[in-house]
């Protein structure tokens, strides 16, 4: 498969199948992860592979609490509210494999405090670098993904590090679901165009 194919047919998936993602196919979704760039050359990212029935139950429920107080947060009608969450009951978001990206806080390259937000920056640059990897190497091998922001919530955040056995200096750069499509993967249309988001100066 062509890179330019990959980008276009890359979605985010919110179905998935019960097949079981084959640990041989999840280190080649690391292996294409770790290709990214890196800033300072620290690797200093971490990759959480939750695939038990009772990680990915956990998960699973605490995304449906953070959707909920996302929308709320939003200030989504009730009865919106109560449609989706008949779409999460009916499996949306349900993966047989949710995927953790962490950095250590811990790992810098400038000694001095004044760079640590700067250095926050570029570790969590970085983490999403690889994930954009991860995602496009994953279209290939003909799995779907999904980056869950509200995975994000500080009490969400909190759980999935406990679950991995992981103190307070890693911090969660996102967490992506990964299956096999229960459906055919189609990618939405972007709603501006190169023209609206390039600036030449």
Do not use: Q
């Not at 939750?50 to 139950?57: G, L």
């Not at 670098?129 to 009490?155: P, R």
């Amino acid at each position: 498969m062509e890179l330019d194919e990959a980008i276009r047919r890359r979605a985010s998936i919110r179905y998935y199948s019960d097949t079981p993602v084959p640990e041989d196919v999840l280190r080649e979704l690391i292996a294409a992860a770790v290709r990214a760039p890196t800033a300072s050359g620290l690797e200093n990212w971490l990759f959480v592979a939750y695939n038990t029935e009772n990680a990915r139950e956990r998960i699973y429920k605490l995304l449906m609490d953070g959707h909920i107080e996302y929308f709320r947060g939003r200030g989504l009608p009730e009865e919106k509210m109560k449609k989706f969450l008949e779409r999460l009951e009916r499996g949306m978001y349900r993966a047989p494999l949710y995927l953790g990206v962490f950095i250590n806080r811990e790992i810098k390259a400038l000694r001095d405090e004044k760079y640590s937000t700067l250095e926050f920056c570029w570790a969590l640059e970085s983490a999403a670098m690889a994930i954009e990897n991860l995602m496009l190497k994953a279209v290939e091998l003909g799995l779907g993904t999904c980056y869950i922001g509200v995975a994000c919530f500080e009490d969400i955040e909190k759980e999935l590090r406990e679950m991995a056995g992981l103190g307070d200096e890693y911090a969660l750069t996102g967490l992506i679901s990964i299956g096999y499509p229960r459906e055919e993967m189609k990618p939405r249309r972007r709603r501006k165009g190169v023209d609206e988001v390039l600036l030449s100066v």
